[in-house]
C-alpha cells in the first residue's frame, strides 16, 4: 500500500517537472526572439537601463510620487512602476492618490512584496509567509508573484500540509496549486484524519468529499465534522435511511464510525435521521454485537440507552450479547452491560450454535465476575448440555486442570448449585470421568472421582473409569479408584479384557504397580473393608477372549519390563495363551533373553512344547538366542528331539549358520552324527546332510567338533533307501563330487580315510578326477598314505581316469606322486600309451610323449606290437611321426616280423605308409611269410598304398615270398574288386614286369585270376600279352580249368589282338598225348597252345594278326574267329 502511495506521489512529482520544463522553454524561446530582434548591446539597451533604474528605485525619493503605508513605517513608491505592474492601480485610481493603506497587511510581507515590484525578487522564507504574500498577490491582483509564490508551495507539499495548501489554493483560485495538493490528497486520503481538516470550512471539505469519496457522510463522520454531517443530511434529506444506513467497502457504517470515535452527538444525531440501531453487519452481527467484540463499553451502553434490541443473535455462531460478553474479559462495565442485558429479558440459558450457554463461554473465558452474575441468577441452568455433550462442569473441571485450585473454584461452585457430576455423553456413553481421562485431565478426574458416586460406570464398549485411567497411565487415579473400591476386575464386552490387560496393553509399569500394591494392602489388611460392596483382588491370570493374560499379553506385546512385575504379583509364569505358547515360548519368539532366562529361573518349563511340537530350545535356536540356549543346556534339556520337520537342534543351529549356538550344543555333549531319514529314506548323518546340500561351513564345524568321517549311509531299519544308500560313498567321496575343497581339507586333516572305497572300488581321488576338481585331486595328492594303484572295477587306476577324462594335469600330478604309473598294463596287457593309440586319443598319446613314457614298450600279448605297429594300425600321419620324433624304432619287428610299413599297408593307411617311408623304414623288409608291404598291399587291395609304395620307394615289385608268390600272384589270388586297377598301376609303373612267371605251383597270374574268375584282372593280363597256354605243375590251363561256363574264356580268346607268347611242353595240350617222331609238335596261330597235328587241324585266316592267309588253329580258336567273323 505504501509503494502504490509513493508510486503515485512520484507520478505527481513527474507532471510538476513536466509542466515547469514546458514553461522553461516557453520564456527561453522568447528570450532569443527579443535578444534576436535588438540590436544593441544587452547591457546598453533601453530595456536593461531602464530595469537597472527602476530596481534602484525602491523606497527612494527620486522620482516617487506616492508613498504606501505600513503598519509602523511608510514606504515611498512610484505610480509608474505600480500601475505596471497590476491592472488594480490603473490611472483612475491613482491619480488623486498620493498614498496606499498596506498597515492592514504585516510589514514583513508589506516590504517583501513592493521590494518584488522593483526588483523582481523575493525571499519566501517559510511556508506561512509564503500564504501571506500569496493572499496579498492575489488581492492586488499580482498575478508573477502569485504564480511565483505558488510555484514554491508546490515543490514544498506534504501529506500533513496538502489540505491547508488545497483551501488556500480554492480560496485564491491557486489552480496548478489546487490540482497537485488535490492529487496528493486523492492518493493519501487514508493517512488523512481529522486533525487535517480542521482548518478547512464545512462547505469546502462536503465538496471535497462528494469529489474525493464515493460515501460522503462516511468519510464527514470518520472525520467527525458534525457540520459536514449536517451538510450532507439536509443535501440528502429525501433518502434519509438510505444515506445513514448504508455500509461502506471497509465495513463501515456512518453510526457506528460515530460510536467508535465516541462522538455521541454526531451519533445521536445520525439516529434521529433514522439510523438503524439493531441494523447488521455483512457477517450479520448488529451493531451491539461488533461494540462487544470490539471490548467497547462505550458504544455498547450507548446502543442500550437507545433501544437496540439485545436479544437479536449473531448469525454465524447464534451468540447472543450475553455470549459475547461472556467470551470477553477486556471490556468495562462489564457488569453493568450485563445487568441492562438481564434487564433487557435476554435469556441467560440460551445456547449458540454449538450448543453453548453464557455459563459455559464465562467459564471458558474466565470471566469470574460475568460466571458470579449468572450463576446468582434465580433462572440458570447448570446441566445444560452443549453439542459436544459438554455441561459448564465440564470446562469448570478443564479449568482446575490448568491450574484453578482454589477452594472457591468454578467446579466447587458448580456441584455446590446441584451441578450433575456424572454425566453420560451419549456417543460411546463414557461419563464426565472418563471424558476426562480420555483427554489427559489427571487432576480434574482425581478431583471430580471424590464426588461421583458411582466409580463402575460402563461405557458401551464395557469400560469402566478404572479401564480407561489404564489406558492413559493414570497409576495415581487407579491407585485412587481402587482405594475407593472400584471393581479391579470388569470385563468388557467384546474382549472380555480387564482393566489390567489394559494397564499392560499401554505399557504402564506404575499402573500395574497400583494393582499390585492394591491387592498387597487388601491381603495384609490395611484397606478398611466396604460394608455395601466387599473388596474383590485384583486377578493377575485372568483370560482374556483370545485367551490372553496379563503376563502373556505383556509378552505378546514386547513389553518384557512389565513381565517381572506381573510375575512379582503372582501370575502364572507357565500359564499358555490362546495360541497355545508358553510365556517362556513367547519370551523366545519376542527374542527377549533375559526375560526366557528370568522365567527359566523362576521355573518355567523347559520342555514344554508347542502347538507344533517346537521345544524352547528350538525356538531358541530360531531365535538365536544364545543365552537362553546356554541356560536351557545347562538345565539339561533334551538336545536329541527332533523338531516338527525332523531336524535335531544341532542341525537347526548350523542350518542357520549359528555356529556360536552349535558349538553351545556340542560344549553340553550333543551328539554329533545324529542319523536321520535322508534321501529315500535312507540313513545318513549329519556330515552326509550338509555336504549333499552344499553347507560348507556346517559340514567343517561337525568335522571338527569330532563326528564320524568315514562312514557311507545305510539302508533304513526296513531296507528303505535308493542308489544313496548303496553307492557306499564315504563324506570324502561327496565332497569329490559336489567340489567342497575346504571341506575336504577339513577332513584330511582329521584324519579321513582317502584310501576308502565306494561300490565301485572307486577312491575318493577317482571322483574327484571324473569331476574335474584339480583343486581336490591337488589336495588328496598331498596325503602321504594315499595309495596310487588301487584299481575301479573297470581296472582304471586314477592316472587312467585322469586319461580317460582327459585330465593331463591330474594325471601328471599322479606322475609327480608316482613315475611309475603311465607303464601300468592292463589285464589286456595294454599300457596307456597303447590304450590311446588304440582309440586314436591324440591328446593322450601326446601328452604321455611330453611325460617320457616308453614309445618302445610292446603290448604284453602274443603279438608283441610295439606302440608304432598300433599306430600304424590304428592311427594317423601326425601319430605316427609323433611316435617316430620321440623315438619309437621305425625297425621294431612284432612277433610275425613285421614291420610297421606291414601294419600300414595292411591297414591301408596310405598316409603312415609315406611317413614310414620318409622316416626311412626299410621298405623290403619281409615277415615270416616272406612278404614284404607290397604283398600285404595287394593281398588287402589297398590301391592308394600300393601307389605310394610303388611310386614313394623302391620296393622288390618282384620279391617272392616263401610260397614263391610275388605281389601280382598275391594279386591274382586274393583279387579284390579293384584288382583290376592294381595290374594296371603295376603294368603301368614296370611294364616289363615277369606277368608269366609262375609259383612254386606252376600258376602264373593269368592262371589263377581266372581261377577266381576275376575277368577284369584276366583281360588287364590278356592285354598285357599274357600267355593263355601257360599250365601249372597239375597241366591246368585256363582251357581244361573246370568251370560253369567257357563264356570268360571265349571272351579272352576274342579280346586277343595281337599274337601271344608260345608255351612249350612235351604233350598235347589238348588231347594229352606224348610228342615222338611221329607225334609232332604244332602250335595254334591264335593262342599259342602247343597241340598235335590231329588236335590242330583246321584252319582259318586272322584277320586282327594281319594273317590274311588260313592258318592252323585249335578247335576252340577255329570256333571263336569264326563266330567274331560271322
Known amino acids: 500500500m505504501e509503494a502504490e502511495k509513493l508510486k ?75 500601475s505596471a505592474h497590476s491592472e488594480m492601480w490603473n490611472e483612475d485610481v491613482l491619480s488623486n492618490k498620493s498614498e496606499l493603506d498596506w498597515s492592514n497587511i504585516d510589514k514583513e510581507v508589506g516590504e517583501a512584496t513592493l521590494l518584488w515590484m522593483y526588483t523582481n525578487k523575493i525571499k519566501l522564507d517559510s511556508d506561512n509567509v509564503t500564504l501571506k504574500v500569496m493572499h496579498v498577490a492575489y488581492e492586488f491582483k499580482l498575478r508573477e508573484l502569485l504564480k511565483t509564490c505558488e510555484q514554491a508551495l508546490i515543490s514544498n507539499v506534504t501529506v500533513r500540509n496538502c489540505v491547508k495548501f ?40 462536503y465538496k471535497m468529499l462528494k469529489n474525493k469519496t464515493q460515501l460522503p457522510l462516511h468519510s464527514a463522520v470518520r472525520l467527525q465534522r458534525e457540520d459536514v454531517v449536517f451538510l450532507c443530511l439536509v443535501e440528502n434529506s429525501s433518502k434519509l435511511s438510505d444515506v445513514v444506513n448504508l455500509w461502506g467497502p471497509n465495513g463501515d457504517l456512518p453510526l457506528d464510525l460515530a460510536l467508535r470515535a465516541h462522538n455521541s452527538s454526531i451519533a445521536s444525531t445520525l439516529i434521529q435521521h433514522n439510523a438503524d440501531v439493531n441494523i447488521r453487519d455483512s457477517q450479520g452481527d448488529t451493531l451491539l454485537h461488533r461494540a462487544i467484540k470490539h471490548d467497547d463499553s462505550f458504544s455498547t451502553l450507548f446502543l442500550l440507552d437507545n433501544n437496540c434490541d439485545a436479544r437479536l443473535t449473531t448469525r454465524e455462531e447464534n451468540d447472543s450479547a450475553l455470549h459475547l460478553l461472556a467470551g470477553t474479559n477486556n471490556i468495562e462495565e462489564s457488569i453493568k452491560i450485563a445487568e441492562k442485558l438481564i434487564t433487557r429479558n435476554i435469556d441467560v440459558n440460551a445456547q449458540n450454535k454449538h450448543g453453548l450457554t453464557a455459563l459455559h ?36 473441571l478443564l479449568k482446575y486442570e490448568a491450574g484453578d485450585v482454589d477452594e472457591d473454584n468454578y467446579a466447587s461452585r458448580l456441584i455446590k448449585n446441584n451441578a450433575q457430576t456424572n454425566p453420560v455423553y451419549s456417543q460411546k456413553c463414557n461419563n464426565l470421568l472418563q471424558i476426562l481421562i480420555l483427554e489427559g485431565a489427571q487432576n480434574a478426574a482425581l478431583y471430580l472421582s471424590d464426588h461421583v458416586q458411582n466409580l463402575n460406570h460402563i461405557n458401551i464398549d464395557g469400560e469402566t473409569p478404572l479401564h480407561t485411567a489404564c489406558t492413559f497411565k493414570c497409576n495415581i487415579l487407579c491407585e485412587k479408584l481402587l482405594r475407593s473400591n472400584a471393581n479391579p476386575n470388569p470385563l468388557t464386552n467384546d474382549l472380555r479384557q480387564i482393566p489390567l490387560h489394559y494397564a499392560v496393553l499401554s505399557n504402564s509399569k506404575d499402573c500395574v504397580q497400583a494393582f499390585i500394591n492394591y491387592n498387597n494392602s487388601l491381603e495384609s489388611g490395611k ?20 485367551g490372553e493374560m496379563p503376563l502373556s499379553l505383556a509378552l505378546n506385546e514386547g513389553y518384557n ?39 527359566l529361573d523362576n521355573g518355567a518349563d523347559m520342555n514344554a512344547k508347542t502347538a507344533e511340537s517346537e521345544s524352547p530350545l528350538q525356538l531358541a535356536i530360531h531365535c538365536r538366542l544364545i543365552d537362553v540356549v546356554e541356560a536351557l543346556c545347562v538345565r539339561g534339556v533334551d538336545m536329541s528331539a527332533p523338531d516338527r520337520l525332523g531336524n535335531c537342534p544341532l542341525w537347526a543351529a548350523l542350518d542357520s549358520d549359528q555356529d556360536n549356538i552349535a558349538s553351545v550344543l556340542v560344549r553340553h555333549g550333543v551328539d554329533t552324527d545324529c542319523w536321520s531319514p ?74 579321513a580315510n582317502v584310501n576308502s572305497r565306494d561300490a565301485e572300488n572307486k577312491t575318493p581321488l577317482h571322483i ?108 594317423n600321419e601326425t601319430l605316427v611321426r609323433s611316435l617316430i620324433l620321440a623315438g619309437a624304432r621305425i625297425e621294431d619287428r612284432d612277433a610275425h616280423k613285421q614291420t610297421a610299413l606291414h601294419i600300414a599297408s595292411e591297414a591301408g593307411n596310405a598316409a603312415v605308409v609315406l611317413a614310414l617311408i620318409q622316416n626311412n623304414i626299410d621298405f623290403d623288409a619281409v615277415n615270416v611269410d616272406g612278404d614284404n608291404a607290397l604283398h600285404i598291399a595287394v593281398r588287402e587291395g589297398h590301391l592308394n598304398v ?57 600258376n602264373t597270374p593269368l592262371l589263377l585270376a581266372y581261377m577266381k574268375g576275376n575277368g577284369n584282372l584276366c583281360r588287364a593280363l590278356v592285354k598285357a600279352n599274357a600267355c593263355l597256354a601257360a599250365e601249372n605243375n597239375e597241366r591246368v590251363t585256363i582251357f581244361n580249368y573246370q568251370v560253369a561256363t567257357k563264356q570268360l574264356l571265349h571272351r579272352l580268346l576274342d579280346q586277343l589282338s595281337q599274337q601271344v607268347p608260345w608255351t612249350q611242353t612235351d604233350m598235347c595240350q589238348e588231347c594229352g598225348k606224348n610228342f615222338s617222331i611221329t607225334v609232332r609238335k604244332h602250335h595254334c596261330r591264335h593262342c599259342g597252345r602247343i597241340l598235335c597235328s590231329k588236335c590242330s587241324d583246321q584252319e582259318v585266316p586272322i584277320i586282327k594278326f594281319g594273317e590274311n592267309k588260313p592258318v592252323r588253329v585249335c578247335k576252340i580258336c577255329f570256333d571263336v574267329l569264326r563266330s567274331s567273323t560271322n
Not at 496549486?177 to 481529522?194: E, F, G, K, N, V
Request: hydrophobic share 40%; proline share 5%.
Open 8 to 82: 503515485q506521489h512520484l507520478v505527481l512529482l513527474k507532471q510538476e517537472y513536466a509542466k515547469l520544463q514546458e514553461r522553461y522553454n516557453e520564456v527561453l524561446e522568447k528570450y532569443n526572439i527579443l535578444a534576436s530582434a535588438n540590436k544593441v548591446d544587452d547591457e546598453n539597451s533601453f530595456a536593461s537601463r531602464l530595469f537597472k533604474i527602476i530596481s534602484t528605485l525602491y523606497n527612494c525619493e527620486t522620482f516617487s510620487d506616492i508613498t504606501i503605508k505600513l503598519s509602523d513605517c511608510s514606504l515611498r513608491a512610484h505610480k509608474l512602476i505600480l
Open 768 to 875: 574327484a578326477i571324473e569331476n574335474q576338481h584339480s583343486g581336490i585331486i591337488s589336495l588328496l595328492l598331498c596325503v602321504p598314505n594315499i595309495d596310487l594303484s588301487l584299481r575301479d572295477k573297470t581296472g582304471l587306476s586314477p592316472f587312467a581316469t585322469a586319461l580317460t577324462f582327459r585330465n593331463n594335469k591330474a594325471a601328471q600330478s599322479i606322475l609327480d606322486r608316482l613315475p611309475t604309473a603311465a607303464e601300468q598294463f592292463d589285464a589286456k596287457g595294454y599300457n596307456f600309451l597303447h590304450t590311446a593309440i588304440k582309440k586314436r586319443d591324440l591328446e593322450s598319446v601326446l601328452f604321455l610323449l611330453s611325460i617320457q613314457v616308453d614309445v618302445n614298450s610292446r603290448v604284453q600279448d602274443p603279438s608283441l606290437s610295439p606302440p608304432l605297429h598300433l599306430a600304424a594300425q590304428y592311427g
Open 527 to 546: 484397606l478398611s473393608p466396604n460394608t455395601d460392596s466387599p473388596r474383590i483382588p485384583a486377578n493377575f491370570n485372568m483370560r482374556d477372549i483370545n
Open 361 to 396: 463461554i464465562a467459564i471458558m473465558a474466565d470471566n469470574e465476575p460475568l460466571f458470579s452474575l449468572l450463576l446468582g441468577q434465580p433462572n440458570i441452568e447448570v446441566n445444560v448440555k452443549s453439542v459436544q455433550e459438554h455441561t459448564a462442569l465440564y470446562y469448570a
Open 561 to 599: 519390563e512389565l513381565v517381572p512385575i506381573l510375575i512379582s504379583g503372582k501370575a502364572d509364569v507357565n500359564v499358555r495363551n490362546g495360541k497355545d505358547f508358553t510365556l517362556l515360548h513367547q519370551a523366545i519368539l519376542k527374542e527377549d533373553s533375559k526375560t526366557a532366562v528370568f522365567l
Open 946 to 1002: 600300393v601307389k605310394t609304395l610303388l611310386t614313394e620307394s623302391r620296393i622288390d615289385a618282384e620279391h617272392v615270398n616263401i610260397k614263391g608268390r610275388n605281389p601280382l600272384h598275391e594279386l591274382c589270388r586274393y583279387g579284390k574288386e579293384n584288382a583290376a586297377a592294381i595290374c594296371e598301376f603295376f603294368l603301368e609303373c614296370m611294364p616289363e614286369y615277369p606277368i608269366n612267371k609262375p609259383d612254386l605251383n606252376g
Open 166 to 205: 488545497y483551501s488556500v489554493a480554492e480560496d485564491i483560485n491557486a489552480v496548478n496549486l489546487r490540482d497537485y495538493c488535490s492529487a496528493l490528497i486523492s492518493t493519501h486520503w487514508d493517512d488523512l484524519d481529522s486533525s487535517d481538516f480542521e482548518h478547512m470550512s464545512g462547505p469546502l471539505l
Open 678 to 751: 535322508g534321501p529315500d529314506d535312507c540313513r545318513q548323518t549329519l556330515l552326509h546332510r550338509a555336504i549333499d546340500e552344499n553347507k560348507e561351513s556346517a559340514a567343517i564345524f561337525l568335522i571338527q567338533s569330532g563326528c564320524d568321517l568315514d562312514s557311507p549311509r545305510m539302508l533304513g531299519p526296513n531296507g528303505e533307501g535308493g542308489e544313496e544308500a548303496k553307492d557306499k560313498a564315504s563324506p570324502l567321496h561327496l565332497c569329490c563330487q559336489w567340489g567342497l575343497d575346504t571341506v575336504i581339507q577339513t577332513l584330511v586333516e582329521h584324519g
